[in-house]
């Protein structure tokens, strides 16, 4: 797995926050509101509990009890949810992971988002060797075919086409961009599965071949599952050979 998750302090938490969350976090994507019955059955609470938390989470603003007796998300969910925006960072979940890729590969990682016809390199970790492929972060590519804008161009498309169910991850190209430039890329996900961006090794030719290449596959695997989970998506299914 990529990166080491931080040890849970030996504190159990109170039995009444974890209720009162539990009745927070029953609501899904696409709710309007729920009532009491399909509240308890998402918490597996009983309707005299739920309402007792209810009193909680209305007096924080957090749900609203509507005329029909069922329950929606409130204001302060929004409020929060911008804060957490503007705190997100996505520099900080993506460079260790292109971090651990360069040590692991000992060549360049990176991670591109597409622009219209183009490819952004985002972020980059540059790999040891003083041979090294010219580029930074925010160098603008075409959208050709290089493993790179295969994955962007292929996954960025909603619905996600059939096929790519049947493509092996990471994908690997050579000569596609530069006659001398290999590249090893596969999907980065998010909530919903939308692609977030590609997860990218470069280097020459000479050093990543085929053969190497294939050594990279399931690290590259990993790194990218990790990536989604942090970023709120579930893995794809694909690429696993």
């Known amino acids: 797995m990529i990166g080491k998750k931080r040890d849970r302090p030996a504190v159990e938490g109170a039995a009444t926050a974890d ?3 539990a009745v927070l976090t029953a609501f899904r994507r696409g709710d309007a509101s729920l009532s009491l019955a399909e509240l308890s059955a998402r918490t597996g609470l ?71 016809e183009q490819r952004l390199c985002l972020f ?30 292929i996954f960025g498309t909603q619905p996600i086409p059939a096929y790519a169910a049947t493509l092996e991850l990471p994908i690997y190209t050579a000569g596609m961009t530069d006659p001398h430039t290999a590249s090893l890329a596969t999907p980065v996900f998010g909530i919903d599965g939308v692609l977030m961006g590609a997860l990218t090794i470069s280097a020459p030719t000479t050093r990543l071949t085929a ?3 294939k050594t990279l596959m399931e ?19 694909y690429g696993t050979g």
């Open 46 to 116: 009983v309707k005299s509990t739920i309402m007792r938390l209810a009193v909680s989470l209305e007096s924080h603003g957090l749900i609203v009890r509507l005329p029909d007796g069922s329950y929606q998300l409130d204001a302060e969910v929004l409020r929060l949810g911008m804060i957490y925006q503007q705190s997100f960072s996505l520099e900080k979940f993506v460079v260790p992971v292109l971090e651990e890729l360069v040590a692991r590969s000992n060549e360049t990682a990176s991670f591109y988002i597409r622009r219209g």
């Open 124 to 153: 980059r970790v540059e790999t040891p060797h003083l041979l090294r492929l010219h580029i930074q972060q925010g160098d603008m590519l075409p959208m050709d075919s290089s493993a790179t804008a295969q994955v962007l161009r």
């Open 219 to 237: 690290p590259m695997r990993l790194a990218a599952s990790d990536l989604t989970k942090a970023l709120g998506g579930a893995s794809a299914k």
């Open 19 to 21: 209720r009162t969350l």
């Open 211 to 213: 053969e190497y290449a």
